[in-house]
């Protein structure tokens, strides 16, 4: 169920044609350049930084550190930048100013440090005692129990029990982040690329102890941010924004590749102890998965790993646990499907195994243990398309006549297959939504598209419930300044801000109808309100041969425009519970000689509730299963361990998938009508990423008979005992 017009992407043609501007191209008149003096050493505290060293070479202007930070009101996302204890390589020390890029540069690598090092933990592997339970985003408990698993484990006909691992990624949005801010009396404006300017703004002004509405944030566009342009990124803004008022000049600080593999967020590394418990005819009677998983020593982030096993399948003995590690690397930050991506490798492959073992189809044995509520929470399902989705998927990958042990040349070819789950959030929105006397519409809401396509799907939701063309339609997002919206995250905005929208929409419907009706001079006058539709720039009767066209009514009774202010709010308890779901079939070619491992087919079916555009929901669901394929095949950060260091943090040696990698994407998005979500809506972002990275697992198996519990598997993993 689309809307009516899906048309392309609103502002396509100003990003094809290089004309939208990025917040790091804001001009400014005086700007300052910002770079960053960074940590050599993983551990250990910094005495002293001589700046007098650096005042005199050419273009120095100021430098802030964690001394001149003291001025900042204390917060956990500020730690860093107000303390002198080093927690990973590569922290920044310091924030140099300077008349030009180069020249903060040259000043940032020249200031002489002094540091007292201590001995790093450059490994999970070296602190496993001082595992704990995180908090999982406050979303999750870290633990959960129902039934006696262990008790069923070992009554099991079956047990398939593993352990998986994953490795970190990095998220490297196209766009670095970046920052170009200026201070005017005590206001100050924030141009930065984020995922969030509410937060932003709200941080900036508890930390420089002013009002928030002394703050503005804008992020009109930003090139990516994959769960990486949120909270992590905050405290290096945060010097740059000082620097800007101690200098009283407006100051750009933009981070080098380099510097995002260390300074924004990662995929945490998980090691993943499954066991599966089976009876004789393939019903799952227990589930036991214990998640450990790296963060740091200056924070508790951990992905909800192990939540998808307590839920996804119908099972009465389920047991789950998350434990984190400390160590002196990065801390880790959602990255897309957080927690689902991993979980699921795990959790899909020993399916895979089991249906092996168990001598049933991999479809056949998920069917027989589709969940029909959801056990975890005690609850029904919103909706839940799973069934509908394997079916789908299956028919036209032709998984029920698919070759046994096929060969092409050099390649063993395999199948396999995964489920996908991705959980539905939302967040409060508001919106407005304004016609003028030319029938035209302004959408505004603060909230900032990523470059998953918010302003058009914005634009379509509100020109479609009002019946007009999208060529009269303009979009307003990435501001402070315009009401509030989410978090770009979580697969939430779109389902968070359509029904607000609606409302919006709803109103002024409500008002241009009352107008309509209530005007002797309207073809309409002294119809019902509920008789009325609008479409094609007219309001017309839907019983009788009576319109008017929009641009007349306006002209007539509102040539002063007509503005509504729509809100979406959140429910206190929700007595369902809500995800989109997912199949994903894959074909690989292994070269058994060469260990390399090619997908040479993708098909997937979808069902996440109403799709707003379909071209663009098209399109993210492809961007996630190229990012599932990343992770499965090429992607991780690796630390060296005597010094704690990133090796290879750059794009050469950091692999990521590219077109010569892709596979034809055969994706199928199935009608789904959920009367229970505010406008049907589920959010699609996530769903993508997590499920393919088990269904390349279960293929390679299948094309050459060698289980790969690790990712990414790349060749030493084929090739290798
Ligand atoms: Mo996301 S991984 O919540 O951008």
């Known amino acids: 169920m689309t809307v009516h017009q899906s048309p392309v992407r609103l502002e396509a043609a100003l990003k094809a044609t290089g004309r939208a501007v990025y917040e790091a191209e804001t001009p400014m008149a005086g700007m300052l350049h910002a770079a960053l003096i960074q940590s050599p050493i993983a551990r250990g505290r910094l005495l002293g930084l001589d700046v007098d060293r650096v005042r005199a070479m050419p273009g120095f202007v100021d430098l802030v550190s964690h001394a001149e930070a003291q001025v900042l009101a204390p917060s956990p996302p500020l730690a860093l930048v107000r303390e002198s204890v080093i927690h990973f390589a590569g922290q920044p020390l310091g924030l140099v100013v300077a008349e030009t890029m180069q020249e903060a540069e040259a000043c940032a690598r020249a200031v002489p440090l002094q540091l007292a090092p201590e001995p790093a933990v450059t490994a999970m592997s070296q602190a496993l005692d001082t595992a704990f339970?995180?908090?999982?985003?406050?979303?999750?408990?870290?633990s959960s129990q129902r039934g006696d698993a262990a008790a069923a484990l070992a009554a099991a006909h079956l047990v398939v029990r593993h352990r998986y691992d994953t490795a970190v990624n990095n998220h490297h949005p196209m766009e670095p982040h970046s920052v170009v801010c200026a201070w005017e009396g005590d206001h100050v404006v924030v141009h930065n690329g984020t995922q969030a300017v509410f937060l932003t703004q709200r941080i900036v002004a508890h930390s420089f102890q002013i009002p928030v509405e002394q703050v503005r944030v804008v992020s009109r566009?930003?090139?990516?941010?994959f769960g990486c342009k949120g909270p992590l990124w905050l405290p290096w803004l945060m010097w740059t924004i000082l620097a800007s008022r101690r200098t009283g000049r407006p100051v750009r600080l933009e981070l080098t590749r380099a510097q995002l593999f260390n300074l924004v967020g990662r995929r945490q590394e998980t090691v993943q102890d499954l066991a599966l418990g089976f009876d004789a005819d393939g019903r799952l009677t227990a589930i036991d998965h214990q998640v450990l998983a790296q963060t740091a020593t200056h924070g508790d982030y951990s992905d909800a790993t192990a939540t998808t096993s307590r839920s996804l399948y119908a099972c009465a003995n389920v047991t789950t646990g998350h434990r984190v590690v400390r160590t002196n690397e990065p801390l880790p930050a959602a990255m897309r499907a957080p927690g689902v991506a991993p979980g699921t490798f795990a959790l899909e492959s020993a399916m895979d195994e089991a249906a092996q073992a168990l001598g049933i189809d991999p479809v056949a044995l998920r069917v027989r243990n589709y969940a029909d509520r959801d056990?975890?929470?005690d609850k029904p399902w919103s909706s839940n398309g799973l069934?509908?989705?394997?079916?789908?998927a299956a028919e036209r990958f032709g998984w029920a006549g698919r070759p046994a042990q096929a060969r092409d040349g050099r390649w063993r070819v395999g199948v396999g297959m995964a489920s996908s789950v991705y959980p539905v959030h939302r967040q409060p929105c508001r919106v407005k939504v304004r016609i003028d006397v030319d029938a035209s519409l302004l959408v505004q809401c603060g909230t900032q598209d990523f470059g998953q396509g918010l302003y058009t799907a914005m634009g379509q939701l509100a020109a479609d419930g009002l019946g007009i063309d999208m060529g009269q339609v303009r979009v307003?997002?990435?501001?402070?300044?315009?009401?509030?919206?989410?978090f770009t995250g979580g697969s939430m905005v779109t389902a968070s801000f359509a029904p607000a929208v609606d409302d919006a929409v709803a109103i002024l419907r409500a008002r241009l109808a009352e107008l309509a009706l209530a005007d002797a001079g309207s073809p309409l006058a002294g119809a019902e309100p509920s008789d009325l539709i609008f479409e094609g720039g007219l309001v017309r009767s839907g019983s009788r041969d009576a319109a008017e066209r929009l641009v007349d009514l306006m002209a007539r009774c509102a040539p002063e425009g007509l503005e509504a202010e729509g809100a979406a709010t959140l429910p206190e308890a929700q007595p369902f519970s809500a995800n989109g779901y997912g199949a994903v079939f894959v074909e690989v070619g292994v070269d058994p000689d060469l260990g390399e491992v090619r997908v040479r087919r993708c098909v997937a079916a979808f069902a996440a509730g109403r799709i707003i555009?379909?071209?663009?929901?098209?399109?993210?669901?492809?961007?996630?299963?190229i990012g599932g394929i990343g992770m499965a095949l090429h992607e991780q950060v690796d630390t060296d361990k005597a010094t704690g260091r990133i090796v290879g943090d750059n794009l050469a040696d950091y692999l990521i998938p590219t077109h010569a990698d892709m596979p034809e994407f055969d994706v199928t998005m199935l009608d789904e009508d959920d009367p229970l979500l505010p406008s049907g809506i589920k959010g699609i972002g996530m769903l993508g990423s997590a499920g393919i990275q088990a269904a390349i697992a279960n293929a390679v198996h299948d094309a050459v008979g060698k289980r790969v519990r690790r990712l990414p598997i790349r060749i030493e993993e084929i090739l290798g005992q």
């Open 387 to 392: 069934l509908d989705c394997y079916a789908a």
């Open 133 to 142: 339970a995180p908090d999982l985003a406050g979303r999750y408990p870290p």
């Open 221 to 225: 566009f930003v090139g990516g941010g």
């Open 613 to 625: 555009n379909a071209q663009m929901a098209h399109s993210q669901y492809v961007g996630g299963l």
């Open 476 to 486: 307003e997002l990435g501001d402070t300044d315009l009401p509030e919206g989410p």
């Open 375 to 377: 056990l975890d929470a």
